[in-house]
């Protein structure tokens, strides 16, 4: 009889509304017959599990801090009682890995510590993989976690650990992640897109490549739905939608200064910029200094209960961003077959094909954003094929139905090493 598959996924903080995907992962992969267990580095506030899913999810994942005196000062002394050698060999481990500086260093023992009560949970749980999300304390936890797991059961004892990268913040901060070294370290890496894999390989050594997947990241198609009738508004203004944190990466004042020189060339359209960041003085500052204000609003933040009517509403979506992996919410917009306009950088182009799915076009081009813009504004059918196009590629790679089953292969590829 074969067993079926079992791992520990770890989060720095999950649920939560931003990680909905990773979320998704974990459904489909209990779906997929993988038995999947979740730990949280700090506990998810009551407060933010706004969904049954998310409650059922924050009452079932096991929080490292916050789990108790008692269940700390349990594990380190079960340990330091059984293999003392172990314990004084992971903080010595801590203390020599991740950059060269004291409070760098000290973080690595915090981060031990949080791993000899990850694994005593995962023993007792008959878990001997450890998965992370994202290449920070997560990942760090991690590896130590697979370390000492070796260390008291031996290293054919089937602990392995593994992290899934998503970029771009991961690589501007490859020294401050230790990203190389996790590369180089990790029983197997998950990638987003194929652009994600590729500078992972940028990394490290070829003999370490073999190791890179790629598994995507999905969106709830049966959530985020097409409207029910065809997009049609009788003041003839073009809707636009942007979703995003107000801060530099996303490009906003590259959009309002699009939408100038629309306004310059008497396309009518009616920007929402929803999100919340630094931002959001000086882009109100630059609409109201370009008379813009009739033509675009400041949302603010917004629920995701109230995202799939906005995107509904809209008749482009809009994402002028420098730098991205691959954004969950344009997986969201093609998905309620509203087209995309957004630039071509990392794996944007792995969901989305010039003049297929939407436009793309150079980050930080203005005019070139306007130019596309101008183009779906004036061309409804064209917006049509474009949003029916998107759609049909988000069902074909980008929903829990067709991830699921390349996750679960690559928890057993990690497993089968």
Known sequence: MTLEPAVAYLVSRYPALSHTFIEREILGLREQGVRVETFSVR??????????VMKEEGHRTLPLIGAGAATWLSAHLRLLRRAPDVWFAGLARALRTGPLSPRARLWQVFYFAEAVVLVHHMRKSGLRHVHAHFA???????????????????????????????????????????????ARQADGVSCITDFCRSQMMFLVEPEHWNRFSVVRMTVDADRYQPPTTPRHHDDGRVRLLDVGRLVAEKGSPVLVEAVDILHSRGVDVDLKLVGAGPLAEQLEADIARRGLGDSITLTGPIGQDELPDLYRWADVFVLPSFQEGLPVVLMEALSTELPAVTTQIAGVS????????????????????????????????????????????????????????????FIEQVQAT
């Open 136 to 182: 920070n304390v997560a990942s760090d936890v991690a590896r130590h976690a697979a370390a000492i797991g070796r260390g008291l059961d031996g290293t054919d004892s089937g602990w392995r650990w593994s992290f899934t990268m998503h970029g771009p913040t991961g690589f501007d901060a490859v020294e401050k992640t230790d990203l190389a070294a996790k």
């Open 43 to 52: 506990a998810a506030p009551p407060e933010s599990l706004v969904s049954r």
């Open 350 to 409: 792995e969901l989305i094909r010039d003049g297929a799915e939407g436009r793309l076009v150079p980050a930080g081009r203005a005019d070139l954003l306007a130019d596309a813009l101008e183009e779906l504004a004036r061309d409804p059918e064209l917006r049509r094929r474009m949003g029916a196009a998107g759609r049909e590629a988000v069902l074909r790679e980008f929903t829990p139905a067709t991830a699921a089953p390349a996750a679960r292969a």
